[in-house]
Nanobody
Framework: QVQLVESGGGLVQAGGSLRLSCAASGGTVSRYAMGWFRQAPGKEREFVAAITWTTKYLDSVKGRFTILRDNAKNMVYLQMNSLKPEDTAVYYC??????????????????WGQGTQVTVSS
């Protein structure tokens, strides 16, 4: 059973930066498609970024967010720069253990973390 634990969320002013971390246990991140999703109040969960041998991003975060994987530490990160109030959401780390293909659909992912709150003030 893969367990994912996110950390690094918090309150930041617009234009600021945060780095989210996702620690994995019970599985190896290098073998999975790893993704970050977010959910704002009253909205559906949406894809933000994912990584396999390549990366994919939500259009609105391209150039501002970077997904990184540290195989030695079994960690995945989401570096978020130039944050905007519309980035405010709970951010979730997810793992797709069945495929190494990137998917933007949350239903494809098998394992999820508990989420970490990111709040960007204007």
């Amino acid at each position: 059973q893969v367990q994912l634990v996110e950390s690094g969320g918090g309150l930041v002013q617009a234009g600021g930066s945060l780095r989210l971390s996702c620690a994995a246990s019970g599985g190896t991140v290098s073998r999975y498609a790893m993704g970050w999703f977010r959910q704002a109040p009253g909205k559906e969960r949406e894809f933000v970024a994912a990584i396999t041998w390549t990366t994919k991003y939500l259009d609105s975060v391209k150039g501002r967010f970077t997904i990184l994987r540290d195989n030695a530490k079994n960690m995945v990160y989401l570096q978020m720069n130039s944050l905007k109030p519309e980035d405010t959401a709970v951010y979730y780390c997810a793992a797709d253990a069945d495929s190494f293909a990137i998917s933007v659909r949350s239903g494809v992912y098998d394992y999820w973390g508990q989420g970490t709150q990111v709040t960007v003030s204007s």
